[in-house]
């Protein structure tokens, strides 16, 4: 199996073969072709991630399906590496490769929104925003992230949770079909009556099975929510996460709530008595009758500080769009992550001593709560790992100079090292980092296996191999 850790050829070999996969490309190609010396090639070869920088060979920038359809054939019998991206948002790098082929559907952001049926159409290469822009337009949502610079298509490949997946399930969970590329240039639907194995893996499986070039969603009536937003002093951080463990468990589906431990920034917003202090910030979602929502929020203002305490109702479009700052892209990102079925007071104390040496304000141990709409879907409905374990935990760390690589890798591995014994098996996979392939067995638990026949099935030579990988019997 080619993989970037493991590249199979040297450089004159690679730069062999992409002039081969270029001359082949050209003139049956109707969108753009990049190499280094293009002016557009700097701006088209870089992804989020700061922390990963690779050189690609050749990024083939597909104007439709059609071109797709071409890279892949073309790319699949000359043996060329090859990197599929969407939004470039994968934590990993995935969308990238050093010397071989991008396959890249930038252009490829069309989309439409039919309110009766309360479906869209959007395109392989759609980011969140484009898709919450156009479905708000009809007052319908699409259930997706909450950054809406990230890419649709590794979003609802690897799941998709955000805000409302309590309410209405997993990005996943509300795609109706897919229009597939295959491995050997075919276009393929999968839905309920359709390539029912192949609809299965594409709910969770991530990129292994092809190039999505078309979605269908599933949308729902929704135009705005109640945010509440607070900060809860480092003294009462350990009840407020035992007051958020106990009110979770039986929460409505209405309620989201996410806290995130960290040093709270300078910012005017922030209490001048919590700026540079440790924190929990607690991000509450209402999607029904906003006076339903008091209870709740009260339970978790009784811990914060009172001049942190901010509730509003705010357009869906607003909520989807308020952390993107936050994670801007070009910044050095590292994360790991895991389950927990109970948060145990022991996994309460670890969680305070990782804040107490938390290396940056930026770095967070983001905490959230699934269940749910997600949690009522049967486990071997979809090809999703692990939907009933409610606490899932991100160690997210987030800087600026790479000096700092060390320090911020060092305290997310040894954090990890020291929850690990009290998690449950399982990740996310659209939280993983580049160096956990070994993990990837681990996320999909019982439905491996199926994931492995689906995976020979259509693509025997692993040709979809730069993501977390499920490799074929034949590879
Ligand atoms: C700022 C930020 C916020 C995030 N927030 C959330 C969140 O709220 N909820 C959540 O669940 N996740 C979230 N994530 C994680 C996110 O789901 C993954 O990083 C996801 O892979 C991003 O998708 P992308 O299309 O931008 O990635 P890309 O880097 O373009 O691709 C990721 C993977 O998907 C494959 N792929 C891309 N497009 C296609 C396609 N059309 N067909 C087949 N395979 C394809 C790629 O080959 C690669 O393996 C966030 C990530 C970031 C960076």
Redesign the pocket.
Same mark, same amino acid.
């Given at each position: 199996m080619p993989s970037q850790s493991n590249p199979p050829q040297d450089g004159r070999e690679q730069a062999r073969v992409c002039r081969e996969t270029y001359s082949a490309l050209c003139g049956r190609f109707n969108g753009d072709l990049l190499r280094a010396s293009d002016p557009e090639y700097e701006g088209a070869r870089t992804?989020?991630n700061g922390m990963v920088a690779r050189r690609p060979g050749l990024i083939a920038r597909c104007a439709d399906v059609s071109d797709v359809q071409t890279a892949v054939r073309v790319a699949n019998d000359i043996g060329i590496l090859t990197?599929?991206?969407?939004?470039?948002?994968?934590?990993a790098g995935?969308?990238s490769c050093d010397g071989g082929l991008v396959v890249d559907?930038s252009k490829m952001r069309d989309g439409s929104v039919d309110p009766d049926a309360r479906r869209a159409r959007v395109a392989?290469g759609c980011l969140l925003g484009s898709i919450d822009r156009a479905t708000q337009r009809a007052g319908l949502v699409f259930p997706s992230?909450?950054?809406s610079h990230?890419?649709?298509?590794?979003?609802i490949? %690897? &799941?998709?949770? +955000?805000w409302l997946t309590r309410r209405f399930g997993l990005s996943c969970d509300n795609v109706a079909a897919f229009t597939l590329v295959t491995a050997d240039g075919s276009v393929v639907r999968a839905d309920p009556k359709q390539n029912t194995d192949l609809f299965w893996a594409l709910r969770g499986g %991530? &990129?292994n099975f +092809?190039?999505?070039a078309e979605f269908e969603l599933k949308l729902h009536p929704l135009k705005s929510v109640v945010l509440a937003e607070s900060l809860t002093p480092e003294a009462n951080i350990r009840t407020l996460l035992e007051c958020w463990r106990e009110s979770m468990a039986d929460a409505p589906l209405d309620l989201k709530w996410n806290v995130d431990l960290r040093l709270a920034s300078h910012k005017m917003n922030v209490p001048a008595q919590l700026r540079g202090r440790l924190v929990a910030g607690s991000s509450l979602i209402w999607t029904g009758a906003p006076e339903a929502a008091q209870p709740y929020f009260q339970r978790a203002f009784s811990l914060c500080h009172p001049d942190s305490v901010r509730t509003r109702t705010v357009s869906y479009l607003n909520l989807q769009t308020m952390a993107d700052s936050d994670?801007p892209h070009g910044r050095r990102y590292y994360t790991k992550s895991g389950y927990f079925s109970y948060l145990d007071d022991a996994t309460i104390d670890r969680f305070l001593e990782a804040l107490a040496t938390v290396p940056s304000p930026e770095t967070q141990i983001e905490l959230a709560y699934l269940g749910g709409a997600a949690g009522e879907i049967a486990a071997d409905e979809t090809a999703f790992g692990d939907r009933s374990a409610p606490f899932i935990i991100n160690l997210l760390a987030n800087w600026a100079d790479s000096s700092a690589d060390a320090l911020h890798i060092s305290w997310v591995r040894s954090v990890f090292g020291k929850l690990r014994p009290a998690m449950k098996p399982g990740v996310y996979v659209?939280?993983m980092s580049g160096d956990e392939q070994d993990r990837v067995p681990e996320a999909y638990q019982q439905r491996w296996e199926r994931m492995v026949e689906v995976k020979t099935h259509y693509d025997p030579g692993n040709f979809f191999c730069?993501?977390q990988n499920v490799q074929s019997k034949k590879s």
């Open positions: 992804i989020w990197a599929v991206r969407c939004g470039g948002h994968s934590l995935f969308s559907l392989g992230g909450v950054v990230t890419g649709a298509s590794g979003l490949l %690897g &799941g998709g949770t +955000g %991530g &990129g +092809g190039v999505v994670f659209n939280f730069l993501n």
